[in-house]
């Protein structure tokens, strides 16, 4: 079982940063894949980034590539997200999932466990 709480979200204006933080609960949490989703008003969740256990592949969104950068600490169970250059149309809730196999992937049906979510709110 691994649990997932994000943090670092926030209102910033367009051309800004944030830096999100997803802190899992765990003994196991190097054996995992994490990715980074985002849900908008309306919209289906969608793929942002993945990394895989041991941090050496990630993926990106093709909206958010050269612009965002996912890492992680498997000393501290953490993953990150750093997201520069920001734009209104990234305005969502951000979720951090967990994916068992350890592969990071860009497909949410792999993934096992997710938190509750943090707001990114980017005026225009």
């Known amino acids: 079982q691994v649990q997932l709480v994000e943090s670092g979200g926030g209102l910033v204006q367009a051309g800004g940063s944030l830096r999100l933080s997803c802190a899992a609960s765990?003994?196991?949490?190097?054996?995992?894949?994490m990715g980074w989703f985002r849900q908008a008003p309306g919209k289906e969740r969608e793929f942002v980034a993945a990394i895989d256990r041991r941090g050496r592949t990630t993926y990106y969104a093709d909206s958010v590539k050269g612009r965002y950068t996912i890492s992680r600490d498997n000393a501290k169970n953490m993953v990150y997200l750093q997201m520069n250059s920001l734009k209104p149309e990234d305005t969502a809730v951000y979720y951090c999932?967990?994916?068992?196999w350890g592969l990071g992937t860009q497909d949410k049906e792999k993934y096992d466990y997710w938190g509750q979510g943090t707001q990114v709110t980017v005026s225009s």
């Open positions: 999932a967990a994916d068992r």
């Open positions: 765990g003994r196991t949490f190097e054996s995992y894949g």
